[in-house]
């Protein structure tokens, strides 16, 4: 099944706390300010879940396509 990733940037209030959890899917942009998804479809892992649930600012969304 494949998945689709997405933050809010709005939202995001640059914390960094999801780029500790999961390096593979988010890093900082390169003013270090907002997080970005460097992998959108990955696969949902337990780190992957970990961040959005931990985000502050619950901006983290992810959906599962229809395969
Ligand atoms: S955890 Fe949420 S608020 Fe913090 S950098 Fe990541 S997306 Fe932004």
New binding site residues.
Partial sequence: MKHSIS???Y?????????E?CPEV?Q?DENGE??VVVNPSPNITAQVEE?AA???????SYVHDQP
Wanted: net charge neutral; aromatic share 8%; with cysteine.
């Fill in positions: 933050i809010d940037t939202e995001c209030n640059g914390c960094g706390s999801c780029v959890i988010f900082m907002k997080a961040a931990y985000c502050p600012s619950k901006c983290i």
